[in-house]
């Protein structure tokens, strides 16, 4: 087996040319001494970047290659999956093979930023979800939390980055859920009451990051390089910095430039084709990193490009603290209504290195707002000690309610002065707010309990509503007073929309207590725009008024109409032949011409519609497909992941109630495939759903007909999915329902345009914004639910070279599991043979070696080798071509792994 070449890190050549690898640590830094680490780790990172698959960090590689080379930041990124659920635009690898693959294109797009250390977690890419609760499911919390714990406790990282938390719209789930650990992981390392087995067993030490932040701002900005002083944030307390993709590298060119050529590495994703970057500085954008939390001070108005840098990285500004002083608030909540008060903690920690002295806080606080406290910290702040200051603020009693505001302090010492915020809510004593969809539900919870409330402003609370039909609404009362209340809520709603009353009473709401009034809402204009066409970007504006005796307060939501359709009984003379005959769907024609992501259309170059019937044990679905272009066909080897190419996706959730897409079903469907010895035949494929594979395993009995025109404008997909193959049985008052159909013109599996019925932003990943159907007259056989099928194999680290090479240098062992003792794994007598290496290995335990033949960049020839305890083995690992230079080897056992790498004579 020989794996490809991909770009070696510097520090990795040199390790495999010979050189020592304690030679190649970088030296510990005043911050790393302070917050601990373990003694013998080789590397020392600056930054760390937390994601879920390869390429999620490409947004911000220019980012990270400026600070690198300018201020010699060393980053590294955490991959907790190698992506092998995507899609592969160059090849028919997919599984762990593709994983491979996507690594390498992973290194040698971060190598191009000057990154270096990649850190993969072995979890399984399983699809594209908009779920974090099933992501975290199947991934497993506590120990992918572990993973990320041990990497940043042995990597000693001053900023922790990840990506947007948040159940925003269209917002992949793996995503929220990496950044969820992100999180969680930016405390867990720093609590030693986390994980104790890391410090008991394995040596290491609590480590405090100094900052975490997020990609993106929410808000707007002018390209150019004044981007990051111009950026408004939606949320004004929003803490967000700016670094301008269009500052020149050492090479001459712009790191926009940087930033595409490293993009294009990414080739089974089909970015080799990524479009230029601008050249006009005017129109160069911005990388954007909103502050979710920081343990040391900063400059909010700091536009400079290391402001993110400053007290972590590097020095705060003239007249600042010195480098690893703490400060940072924390209050007893986050929600305060007008007239209450809230505790407010200033805390700040010394310098390992030196005491503050005559160390003083003032608070900065919104006008008309008071405090009570002293800010003097009495002394000084011996070097490495923390203290803290007290205060009780007092919002005033006419305080505007559903605001953020930034309590601030200041703190003042001989040595500098520095400053931290902290945001609030101010909200009425008794607020009413929409019901969440269950999975903002539980991120609201989660962002609640880790700290970070404040994060719940990002997402737009909204329900869809089935067109010309009803639906309960229910609106959440919560009583943040100090007295009981009693009220009323008014829902104010839209031209279209009625609800059975106008205004509900709530009595006897203890303080601290939670309740909820609920509607019952009916859309009574069926003519009304549905899915993103309608109202504003798909949303129709509501209003939630909640009045008690001190007040009144009014909170936005918005209803989204998905469209409906009523489903008959297919004709007698129904054949599955391509061909709508008159009375086979007496139903309405749906119209599947709506865009939904993609390039805007017009009816010559992509545009759809169909009908849709039922028999006794199936469903029928007519689409006909008007198209300009037929993009790229796929072998029938390839009959996957049909949103790469022209195909029809056909979505039924049984029950019109599913949370994600584990209990609904999928099939993708092309209209041909390039097999002419067969007459390029149509094929389908189950993706993303309860069960994932080819049609005929997966989908047992269903049939499919592909009719395409000649010459080409466009081509019919005619299909009976059988009641049986669904996930559940259907309810036929309410049967979820969506065809989406994607168009591409191009040769290079890409697809332009993204069509459907009921569309909105991410929409295949969102089964509350599908259509919904209703069945008269189908009863449905009784059956039990079918649990979800998931994939459950993902490359390993024990199996990828490229990861044995880094993990040899950096001391991080394979897939960041626990790090067996150097001694664990003795390889002696390792040279060239006729054939191959030979070496010989003992171990002082049972376990696993696999071996790989290096020539410093491509394995040439892999064995894998069982040990028991105190034997020694003599083996070739086989080499047919080329000439290695070293020999990798990791060494796995109960769970532990260790990586090592020898020259070879």
Aim: some cysteine; glycine content about 10%; hydrophobic content about 35%.
């Amino acid at each position: 087996m020989r794996i490809k070449a991909f770009l070696l890190p510097t520090a990795l050549a040199l390790a495999l040319s010979g050189v020592p690898a304690a030679a190649l640590a970088s030296p510990a830094d005043a911050a790393a001494d302070r917050h601990g680490g373990r003694a013998g780790d080789t590397v020392d990172l600056d930054v760390l970047f937390v994601s879920a698959h390869p390429d999620d960090e490409a947004g911000s590689l220019a980012t990270l290659g400026q600070w690198k080379e300018k201020y010699g930041a060393k980053a590294g990124v955490v991959t907790i999956t190698r992506g092998e659920g995507g899609g592969n635009a160059v090849g028919l690898e997919e599984g762990p093979p593709l994983g491979i693959i996507r690594e390498r294109e992973e290194r040698t797009a971060i190598g191009r930023a000057g990154v270096e250390n990649l850190y993969n977690l072995d979890r399984v890419d399983f699809w594209y979800t908009a779920s974090a609760p099933l992501s975290e499911r199947i991934w497993g919390h506590d120990d992918t939390l572990g993973q990320i714990v041990r990497v940043i406790r042995q990597t000693r990282p001053e900023i922790v980055m990840t990506m947007n938390p948040s159940p925003t719209p269209g917002n992949h789930g793996n995503h929220q859920q990496a950044a969820r650990f992100a999180a969680e992981a930016f405390h867990a390392a720093a609590d030693p009451k986390a994980f104790p087995e890391q410090l008991r067993k394995e040596g290491l030490k609590p480590f405090r990051a100094a900052k975490f932040l997020r990609t993106g701002g929410t808000g707007t900005s002018a390209a150019g390089p004044e981007c990051a002083s111009s950026f408004v944030p939606t949320v004004p307390t929003d803490q967000v910095f700016g670094v301008w993709e269009g500052t020149p590298s050492a090479s001459g060119k712009t790191w926009a430039e940087i930033e595409v050529d490293a993009r294009r590495e990414y080739v089974t994703q089909g970015w080799a084709g990524t479009a230029a970057a601008p050249t006009d500085p005017t129109k160069m954008r911005c990388d954007f990193y909103t502050l979710v939390d920081s343990r040391v001070p900063y400059d909010p108005a700091d536009a400079s490009p290391e402001a993110i840098l400053r007290g972590s990285v590097l020095p705060n500004a003239a007249g600042g603290l010195p480098r690893g002083t703490e400060l940072y608030l924390t209050t007893d909540r986050f929600d305060l209504a007008p007239g209450e008060t809230v505790k407010v903690t200033a805390h700040v920690r010394a310098p390992r290195d030196r005491a503050l002295a005559a160390p003083r806080i003032d608070l900065r606080l919104p006008q008309g707002w008071t405090a009570k406290g002293s800010g003097a910290l009495r002394g000084s702040v011996p070097a490495g000690k923390e203290r803290t200051a007290t205060f009780t603020v007092a919002v005033p009693a006419g305080a505007d309610t559903n605001q953020q505001q930034l309590v601030g302090a200041t703190l003042t010492t001989r040595q500098g002065v520095g400053r931290a915020d902290r945001a609030v809510r101010v909200v009425a004593d008794v607020r009413g707010t929409l019901e969440p969809l269950p999975e903002v539900g539980l991120f609201r919870e989660w962002a609640g309990e880790g700290g970070y409330p404040q994060l719940d402003t990002l997402i737009k609370p909204v329900l869809t509503i089935g067109s010309g039909q009803s639906r309960s609404v229910r609106v959440d009362l919560r009583n943040h007073g100090e007295a009981t209340r009693s009220g009323t809520v008014t829902l104010g709603l839209p031209a279209g929309f009625t609800a059975d009353a106008a205004t509900k009473s709530y009595t006897g709401l203890a303080p601290g207590a939670t309740g909820a009034v609920t509607f019952t809402v009916t859309n009574t204009d069926a003519t009304l725009p549905t899915a993103n066409a309608g109202g504003t970007d798909g949303d129709y504006g509501i209003t939630i008024t909640t009045t008690s005796a001190a007040g009144s307060t009014v909170e936005t939501g918005a209803l989204e109409i998905v469209p409906t359709t009523e489903v008959p009984q297919a004709g007698h003379d129904h054949a599955v032949d391509g061909v709508a005959s008159a009375g086979e769907y007496p139903g309405q024609e749906l119209d599947f011409s709506r865009i939904w992501e993609g390039q805007a259309t017009t009816p010559q170059d992509a545009s759809a519609k169909g009908r849709i019937a039922w028999t006794a044990d199936a469903l029928k679905v007519f689409v006909q497909v008007t198209d300009d272009v037929l993009g790229r066909k796929v072998v029938p080897q390839d009959c996957k992941r049909q949103r790469r190419t022209d195909s029809v996706e056909i979505i039924v959730d049984p029950k019109g109630n599913s949370t994600d897409t584990s209990t609904v079903f999928k099939a993708g469907i092309f209209p041909v495939t390039d097999d002419p010895a067969n007459g390029d035949p149509p094929c389908w494929q189950r993706d993303a759903d309860n069960r994932q594979g080819p049609g005929a395993t997966t989908a047992p009995g269903m049939t499919v007909v592909s009719k395409v025109t000649s010459p080409y404008a466009g081509y019919t997909i005619e299909a009976s999915i059988p009641f049986a193959v669904l996930p559940d049985a259907v309810d036929p008052n309410r049967m979820g329902f969506n065809v989406l159909v994607y168009d591409s013109d191009t040769q290079d599996l890409s697809s332009q345009s993204r069509l459907g019925w009921s569309t909105f932003t991410g929409v295949r990943a969102d089964p509350y914004r599908y259509g919904l159907a209703t069945l008269p007259g189908y009863t449905p056989a009784a059956r039990q639910p079918s649990a979800p099928v998931f994939p459950d194999t993902a490359a390993r680290s024990v199996h990828s070279p490229q990861t044995i090479a880094q993990s040899a240098v950096d001391g991080v062992a394979p897939a960041a599991v626990a790090r067996l003792p150097e001694k664990a794994l003795r390889l002696t007598d390792q040279r060239r043979v006729p054939g191959g290496v030979k070496v010989t290995l003992r171990a002082d335990r049972s376990g696993t070696a696999y071996l790989y033949a290096w020539d410093g960049s491509a394995a040439l020839g892999d064995r894998t080798v069982e040990l028991k305890a105190n034997r020694s083995v003599t083996v070739v690992v086989p080499v047919t071509s080329g000439r290695p230079t070293a020999l990798l080897a990791a060494y796995e056992s109960h769970g532990a792994a260790v990586a090592r790498s020898l020259p070879l004579r």
